[in-house]
């Protein structure tokens, strides 16, 4: 299964992986990072199918797309 791994502390915030994610499942954090951006996040990895939308659109590459052994 796919999910989406965020560098917090490299975010911004930018929020262009939010808009990016067809299914709408990354999101702005609730929490600051050190640099006082709201990092981007996941809320429900089970949806991930990991297309990779979110991680191409950053401009900072700060999200990776993991996959379990075996997939």
């Not at 990092?39 to 990895?45: G, I, K, L, N, S």
């Not at 990776?64 to 075996?70: A, F, L, P, R, T």
């Given at each position: 299964?796919?999910?989406p791994v965020f560098?917090?502390?490299r975010c911004k915030g930018?929020?262009?992986?939010?808009v990016a994610?067809?299914?709408?499942?990354?999101?702005?954090?609730d929490r600051f990072n050190s640099k006082g951006y709201?990092?981007?996040?996941?809320?429900?990895?089970?949806k991930c199918v990991g297309c990779a939308l979110c991680a191409r659109t950053c401009p900072d590459i700060v999200i990776?797309?993991?996959?379990?052994?075996?997939?």
């Open positions: 299964m796919p999910r560098n917090e502390e930018c929020e262009l992986c939010t994610c067809p299914h709408k499942i990354v999101v702005l954090a709201r990092p981007a996040t996941c809320v429900d990895e089970t990776e797309i993991h996959k379990d052994k075996g997939e």
